[in-house]
Every structure is written in C-alpha cells, then in structure tokens.
C-alpha cells in the first residue's frame, strides 16, 4: 500500500496498534509474571537462588538482569546496519515483520519451559527480548513518517495508551486463570501460568497484522544493478555525517542516554525488587504492576499536555526529577503499602517519559529525511546500550552485595547527569530550528 500524505486516520490507528500487540510482552514476560515464574523454577540443587547456567554459578535474578543487557546490546550493535539497509531497500517493514515473529514465536515458546529446562527458558526469553526490541526502532520510524510534527506528542502517548490497555487485557485475564484455575478446569496449578506464555506469543503475533495491513511500504533507493548491502553501509555512514552538524540531536543523545538507563532499569527490574528484596506475595506484585498500567495512560496524556504548554525539555525535566525522588525514596523503602506507593508514582511519569523522548527526537530530526530508520537506529542504539549498562550495573551490585538497595543509588546518579545534560536543550512547544 502506497499513501503519499500524512495524518491518515486509519495509518495512525494501525501504527498505535503495534504497542497494543507487543505491550504484552513487556508487560506478561519482563515485569509481572515471567519473573516470579522464572525465580520459582531456576534454583539449585540444594533449593537456593544459585543455580547453574553454561558452567558458571550466577543468582537467578542476576542472570535474568543480564539476560535483558545481552539481549539489548545485541540489538544496539545490529540493528544500524539494519536500518540502514532497510532506508535504502525499502523494508523497513518486513524488517519489523521479522523481528515481531521471531520474538512472539520465542514467547509462545516458553510455554514448554519449566525446571528441568530452565536453562532453555531464560534463552527463549532472550530471543523474545531481541524480537521485542528489535522490532521497535522500525515502529518508532514510522512516526515523523506517517504524522506531521504537530501530531507527534499526541501520537506518541497514544501509541503508548495503547500499548497500556491492551497488556492490560491479557494481563487481567491470565491473573484470573492463575487465581481462579478451577473456575477453567485446571487442575495442573502450574498450566495457567505457562498458558499465559503461549497466549502473549499469540496476541502479539495475530495482532501485529492489523498494524502491518495498514503502514506504508518505504520508497527504495536502489536499482537492480546495485550492492545493496554495500549501500546499505553507505547510507550508515551518511546519517553519522549528518549528525555532526546537528548539535541539538546530539545533546538530546547523550542526555537520553543517562536517563533512560535510570529508566528502564527500574521497569525491568522493580518486580524482582519487591519479591527479592521486601519477599512481597507474587499476586500483589503483579496486581500492583496492573494498576500501573492503568495509572501510566494518565501519565503519558499528562506530560503530553504539560509539553504542548512549557515545551518537550522542560516536560521531561519534571519527569526525571520524580524518577530521581523514587530511587531516594526506593532505597529506604521497607514495607509493602511503601513499596506500592513508590510503584504507583512510577506508573505515572513511566509513560510519560518514553512518550515525550520519542516524540522530541522525531522533532529534532531533519524535516526532509528519508533516512527515518537510520535515524532512529541512533536513537535505538543510545536506549539499547543504556539498558545494557543500566541493568548491568545492577545486576553486578546485586551479585557482589547480595542486596539491590545497593544498586538503587547507582541509577540515582544515573538521572542527576541525565538532567543536567537535558537542562542544556532549549524547551520549546515546537522545534523551529533543529541545527541551533
């Protein structure tokens, strides 16, 4: 399907709908259920934490932290070439195909796992990592793409709405399978949980094909006769060119870089931090990422709203201030209606941070790109090697302290450079001038 304007309602609905197809994942198998599945089935021999994988003795919630760094730095460093390939051939979308069923198939996969593959298990969930976020820096192009720069806030938070609601669907009728197993006829305790596994992989799957019915097919640059890997290098290497005459772009980078590992650093592992660390019941936890959810759509239109009247910077500026005051607060944190508080805080400036970091990256690349992928894999790259180091950083001081609060100041510091750096962007509601 070809469009040649922006703004098509029916475009813009189908590319919200991707969050709302892969937000499960996020949801089901990073933050609620998979890890305390995962932290009951990986023990030892003699019933501990330690457990054995590729001949290493490593804690079980360390060696799911640096799952998720593996699993992030390996995209970093593979998808630029990607992308640009994608810029150039025109597949941008059947490189987000790719990614969305590699990851939805690992997910089904863990159906089967349990603890006598545990091992398999935490591979399968490293794949599904790879696909989910593989898949993203592909869905984040499309934005300036599809939508005029006015639109970007508004779309970017509603990408994420989406992306809210749906996860939690799934999220609340997997808890009833796994609180209320004789009202489904189960009888094997353990099956609702790995049923929820196999339904994640399908929703994500068959719901990713309304997203791919609906988005444009990218313009090629390339002819029969050319090496179209070779130009696909080519391409890299003329955005990294680009780069270096935008200054803001490159401010926002390295300001992004510093936040967002404080960011998702918290999200990935704030659930094994009230199992490990407060012993927390398994069903509260996840009740209480549930309402997270809920709480993060308010989120995401506030902050959208509060940029469209102080400016991108200035928005997110408040954001981080409030990520800065829950790792304070996490670090004395010791009872559960504490720890439920600080969760309901984060809920709410979550949303609103991912959503307002896209959509001011897409108002500070060039207005008359076609290299929106390439861009964006910059962007990708930068979020993906923050992951890595954030969750790396913590899942080393949890393995030579034996206790996360350790971990917690290290992103404190992590939000106090990001700010500073993000302090040094002009806040405007619209970016007039992006080599300023």
Known sequence: MEISTKNVRRVLHAWCFYDWANSVHALVIVSTIFPIYWGNIAKGTDGSDMIMFLGQTVKNSALFSYSVSFAFLFV?????????????????????????YLGSIATAGLFWIDSSNY?????????????FSGSLVFYNAYLPEIATEDKFDSLSANGFAYGYAGSVLLLVFSLSMIMLPEVYGFTNKTLPTQLTFLLTGIWWFAFAQYTFAYLPKSAKKISSQTNWIWEGFRELRK???ELKHL???NRFLLAFFFYNMGVQTVMYVATLFGDKELQLPAQNLII???ILQIIAIVGAAFFAWLSNKVGNTRALG?????????????????SGNEFYGLATLVGFVMGGVQALSRSTYSKLMPEDTEDRASYFSFYDFVE????????????VLDQITGSMRNSVIALGLFFIIG?????KIPSKTTYQTRRA
């Open 76 to 100: 970093a460093f593979i998808n630029p070439f990607f992308t640009a390939i994608a810029d150039y051939t025109g597949t941008k979308k059947q490189f987000m195909q790719f990614y969305c």
């Open 119 to 131: 091992e398999i298990g935490i591979i399968l969930f490293t794949v599904s990592l790879i696909g």
């Open 239 to 241: 955005v990294l060119n």
């Open 247 to 249: 200054p803001l772009l």
């Open 288 to 290: 209480t990422v549930l």
């Open 318 to 334: 408040v954001s981080i201030v409030i990520w800065l005051l829950i790792c304070v607060f996490a670090y004395f944190v010791t």
């Open 384 to 395: 993906k090697v923050a992951i890595f180091l954030g969750t790396l950083v913590y899942g």
């Open 419 to 423: 700010l500073f750096l993000l302090l």
